[in-house]
């Protein structure tokens, strides 16, 4: 086959700007664009800032494309960037799939990613943490918290090998329950609700009901329990703010199980219901469908519901 000119001369720069990259180089990539800073770029990926601005220049200059605008204070991906960093995420992602298969074995062992929703996590990672440092030991696990969309993303580019979410299933990723966590209506301690025979989710005192701020998946599990309009909601930041302002008789809210159990020093504040049977959320274990060790995060999986914290129904 003979090449044109321009066809040969634009397959033969590919060629060479291949030849002169290196993953390192796109994971600085990456991690400027996640963080949007160089210096704390650098310092995660353990490299001076002065050699990961340099290495970036290159690839930038090597690709024709400027991938982040530079202010003074703030770094931006520009527009044509954004296609180069979701790219990287894929190649990058694929590439520690790739390393993961020559890691993969009867069990797990090293370094492991895990998020969970921002609900969940200070409740059940600390506990998760124990139970595998006891149960797992060649495991290092590596915890963090966020929301449910910016975790998909993260374990769909590879920056993520766990999560643990109450979403349903989402197409390119494998899923497993974990447990059961029911949801408790919580009222100050004088309202009406704490002495009512019965609580009727579809007919809560209107405008009394306070939710966590959009973006947080407990937000839309209350409001459909409720049959609420979110139009006429009070929001919080945090579960912590929401207990505070429950506590303050501010009006009332839906909190999960872990996080009542967590905070016994407001209960001279507050009084919990309980709620009918199925009134609360699944948890579940996600991971890349494409990830080798899926036959061993299944395992977990049952492992981590067969060991439910206490209140907690297993899968």
Not at 34 to 56: D, G
Not at 133 to 138: C, G, M, S
Request: proline fraction near 5%; charged fraction near 25%; include cysteine.
């Amino acid at each position: 086959m003979v090449l044109s000119g321009k066809t040969y001369y634009t397959a033969r720069m590919a060629q060479t700007s291949l030849a002169g990259t290196s993953l390192r180089d796109l994971e600085y990539v990456e991690a400027v664009a996640e963080l949007k800073h160089f210096s704390k770029a650098a310092a995660r990926c353990n490299v001076s800032q002065p050699a990961l601005s340099e290495q970036i220049q290159k690839l930038e200059a090597r690709l024709g494309v400027m991938i982040f605008e530079r202010g003074r204070r703030q770094v931006a991906v520009t527009p044509a960037g954004e296609k180069i960093v979701g790219q990287i995420g894929k190649v990058l992602s694929a590439a520690r799939d790739l390393f993961a298969l020559g890691a993969e074995s009867d069990t797990l062992s090293g370094g492991l990613q895990i998020g969970a929703i921002e609900t969940l996590g200070p409740y059940y990672l600390p506990f998760l943490l124990r139970l595998l440092k006891d149960n797992v030991p060649r495991l290092e696990p590596h915890l963090s918290e966020g929301r449910t969309a910016a975790l998909t993303e993260k374990l769909r580019h590879g920056l993520l090998d766990l999560i643990i979410t109450a979403e349903p299933e989402e197409p390119g990723l494998g899923a497993q329950p974990l447990f059961f966590e029911p949801f408790f209506l919580v009222a100050p301690l004088r309202h009406a609700l704490a002495k009512a025979a019965r609580v009727d989710l579809k007919h809560l005192p209107p405008g009394e009901l306070l939710l966590l701020e959009e973006g947080h998946c407990l937000r839309d599990q209350a409001l459909a329990l409720c049959d609420a309009e979110p139009g006429v909601m009070r929001h919080s930041t945090s579960l912590e703010t929401l207990w505070q302002m429950v506590a303050a008789g501010e009006g009332i809210s839906l909190l999960p199980a872990l996080a009542l159990a967590a905070r016994s020093d407001l209960r001279e504040r507050i009084c919990s219901r309980a709620l009918e049977d199925g009134t609360g959320r699944w948890l579940s274990l996600k991971w890349r469908a494409s990830d080798p060790r899926g036959a061993r995060f299944k395992e977990l999986a049952a492992f981590l519901s067969l060991n439910a914290p206490e209140g907690l129904k297993g899968s």
